[in-house]
């Protein structure tokens, strides 16, 4: 399993054809306290940088990218009801859709734990 990441703290962790996105420990901080999730649509196909998903906080609405290009396969429905779970648990209950990765290839292009640790310092 590997973790990767965009300069706009969108994490997407990578189990074989799959990918996990959400955002990051470091951007749900920025927000603040999210209320708002919109989720993408199950079998929405994404280029790499589309806009895939939408999270409001009590300070701003903010686009989600996404880190690679694929096939939503799953959305985290959880969200819809509980949308707090982006600021307990960003990285694990709070992951935002699943996408079946048509380029894995693009995944070179992020960063892993030490660039983007050095990104956000």
Same mark, same amino acid.
């Given at each position: 399993?590997?973790?990767?990441?965009?300069?706009?703290?969108?994490?997407?962790? =990578?189990?074989?054809?799959?990918?996990?996105?959400? %955002?990051?420990?470091?951007?749900?901080? @920025?927000?603040?306290?999210?209320?708002?999730?919109?989720?993408? $649509?199950?079998?929405? =196909?994404?280029?790499?940088? /589309?806009?895939?998903?939408?999270?409001?906080?009590?300070? &701003?609405?903010?686009? %989600?990218? $996404?880190?690679?290009?694929?096939?939503?396969?799953?959305?985290?429905?959880?969200?819809?009801?509980? !949308?707090?779970?982006?600021? @307990?648990?960003? /990285?694990?209950?709070?992951?935002?859709?699943?996408?079946?990765?048509?380029? !894995?290839?693009?995944?070179?292009?992020?960063?892993?734990? &030490?660039?983007?640790?050095?990104?956000?310092?």
């Amino acid at each position: 399993m590997t973790t990767k990441y965009t300069e706009d703290h969108e994490y997407i962790r =990578v189990e074989g054809a799959t990918g996990i996105v959400g %955002i990051t420990a470091y951007a749900q901080d @920025q927000l603040g306290d999210i209320v708002f999730v919109e989720l993408p $649509s199950v079998g929405k =196909v994404l280029n790499k940088g /589309d806009e895939a998903a939408v999270v409001e906080s009590v300070k &701003a609405a903010s686009e %989600i990218y $996404s880190p690679a290009s694929g096939t939503v396969i799953e959305v985290n429905t959880a969200l819809t009801g509980e !949308p707090g779970l982006v600021n @307990q648990a960003p /990285d694990t209950d709070g992951w935002i859709y699943k996408l079946r990765l048509t380029n !894995p290839a693009e995944l070179d292009t992020l960063m892993d734990d &030490a660039a983007y640790a050095k990104h956000t310092a």
